[in-house]
């Protein structure tokens, strides 16, 4: 069964200088108990359609639509994640969706201590009294490995690490043992050491309390480690989807491969970085065929001019590009 289904997702934001299609045409699905991972570079849309989900996208300047936007929750109930409330939406997450996000510090708050801020979490959701709640508060902080929690849960935010700030934040996200976990660059601010310590916590807690995951990153390093399935966003579209496996070895669009020659040790036959050429069209300029095409090695005539589709490629994987890999690099 699916925890989510998302269908021809397009998010529009209004600016000063006209409209930014940030998401175009999407779909998304996650099944029960899948660690599923959306990756592409900086200005794709990863975030934006993560923050869809958990109905954090505030009209203007955001406009979302889709064919369809369902979330199941735990007693099979279907929502509809666009025509929910604000109060439904609180309900929803933390209880059956969290997110955790780039920057622990900026949701954590200043003036109050970590305990308070955890204890609120089984106050408001569970309705337990202030005592009960500790409690639940300093197991929470055991289960996510903080050391000497009765001190921590004493301590205001800026007396932390930001490793110890995430887990923090992963205790409150995972609290209440929700349906769906949204993970947007969780380690990307964090010292090198400890973010496969935060990756493996994700990880358990999702084995645990048999979370789904989505996981939104731009380190196939960290998509090999985290996710079953994956889908590769450029420009605000999927470019290509399928296991993780499967791309990682045998990639179908050129824009997954460059991707994957970036990463060091990735493909054992390119030894040294490689960059992708150019950057990222400014998303007020795309190109007018392929979003790709100014950046692709593989670039013809037809992909300048005419978009292509997501071709279905059997076995669960799609793939926008007019080719297949045995007529470009594989050759
Ligand atoms: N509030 C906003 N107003 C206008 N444009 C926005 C807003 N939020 C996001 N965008 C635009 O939407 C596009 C997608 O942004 P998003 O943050 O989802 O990218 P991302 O893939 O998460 O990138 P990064 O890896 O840098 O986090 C970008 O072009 C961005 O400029
Ligand atoms: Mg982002």
New binding site residues.
């Given amino acids: 069964m699916n925890v989510l289904d998302i269908k021809d997702l397009k998010i529009i ?1 209004r ?1 000063g200088d006209g409209f ?1 299609r ?1 998401v175009e045409g999407v779909d998304i699905s996650i099944r029960e108990g899948e660690r599923v991972a959306i990756v ?10 993560g923050l869809s989900c958990m109905g954090l996208l505030t009209t203007p ?2 406009y979302v639509t889709a064919r369809e936007f369902t979330f199941v929750s735990r007693n099979g109930e279907k929502h509809n994640i666009l025509e929910k409330t604000e109060n439904e939406m609180l309900r929803l997450r933390a209880e059956e969706m969290a997110m955790i996000f780039q920057d622990p510090s900026t949701f954590l708050n200043p003036v109050m201590t970590i305990g308070e801020q955890l204890d609120e979490v089984f106050v408001y959701h569970m309705g337990l009294k202030p005592k009960q709640a500790r409690e639940r508060s300093i197991e929470m902080m055991k289960k996510v490995g903080i050391p000497d929690p009765e001190m921590r849960a004493m301590q205001y935010p800026h007396e932390l690490s930001g490793g110890i700030k995430q887990r923090i934040l992963i205790a409150m996200a995972t609290s209440l043992s929700p349906r769906l976990l949204i993970a947007d ?1 969780p380690t990307t601010a964090l010292d090198v050491t400890i973010q496969a310590q935060i990756l493996n916590l994700i990880s358990e807690r999702c084995e645990k309390e048999k979370m789904s995951l989505l996981m ?1 990153t ?1 380190d196939l390093g960290v998509v090999r480690e985290m996710a079953d399935r994956v889908y590769v966003m450029y420009c605000g579209k999927i470019v290509e989807e399928g296991t993780v496996d499967e791309i990682l070895t045998s990639p179908r669009h050129p824009y997954t491969k460059a991707l994957i020659d970036t990463v060091p040790g990735m493909d054992e036959k390119v030894e040294r970085f490689v960059q992708i050429p150019h950057n990222v069209p400014h ?1 007020m300029n795309k190109p007018q065929g392929c979003y790709f095409s100014n950046r692709c090695a593989y670039c013809t005539e037809l992909c300048r001019t005419k978009q292509p589709p997501l071709y279905d490629r059997g076995n669960g994987r799609k793939s926008r590009c007019y080719f297949r890999p045995e007529e470009l690099w594989e050759k």
Avoid: D, M
């Fill in positions: 934001f600016t930014v940030a592409g570079e900086s200005g794709c849309g990863k975030s934006v359609t300047p955001a660059e939104i731009h998303p």
